[in-house]
């Protein structure tokens, strides 16, 4: 891992959040892969073995929040403005990967997306983030 990923895992590590769930990373330059390891007390409705949409959301959103900082030289985490989630398909009581791609980082703020899918077909969204980060520094 790069210096910026390990400054990204120790941010993680810090994070009650991340820890709470597992959260894992995988990053090469500046592309970042995100693990939600299964976890039974991630499931929001058994009758469907679905996961909750509560830690999907959370996850992206944390996955978002990791590829803004890999790629950026900010000090501290960005700040969410505004988050859009859509569940586009029920999360199966399994593992949860996503990727996120910064669509515009400004001295000021940043616009991300975030997939989440499971197994091997990363073009196969379960849900998607639009969001909106301040990354200014002293904002």
Do not use: C
Not at 19 to 33: N, P
Not at 35 to 40: H, I, V
Not at 61 to 76: G, H, I, K, P
Not at 97 to 105: E, G
């Amino acid at each position: 891992m790069s210096s910026r990923a390990d400054q990204l895992q120790a941010f993680l590590d810090r994070t009650p959040f991340a820890r709470f769930i597992g959260m894992e990373f995988e990053a090469d330059g500046d592309t970042l892969i995100a693990r939600l390891p299964f976890q039974d007390k991630f499931i929001g409705n058994r009758a469907i073995n679905a996961l909750h949409g509560g830690a999907t959301g959370a996850f992206l959103e944390l996955t978002a929040v990791a590829q803004v900082y890999l790629q950026s030289d900010l000090q501290r985490p960005p700040k969410p403005i505004n988050l859009t989630i859509d569940y586009l398909r029920s999360a199966k009581g399994e593992d949860l990967y996503a990727r996120a791609i910064v669509d515009k980082l400004g001295r000021r703020m940043a616009s991300v997306r975030a997939e989440a899918w499971q197994g091997d077909d990363p073009d196969k969204i379960v849900t998607a983030l639009q969001a909106h980060f301040l990354v200014a520094e002293d904002g």
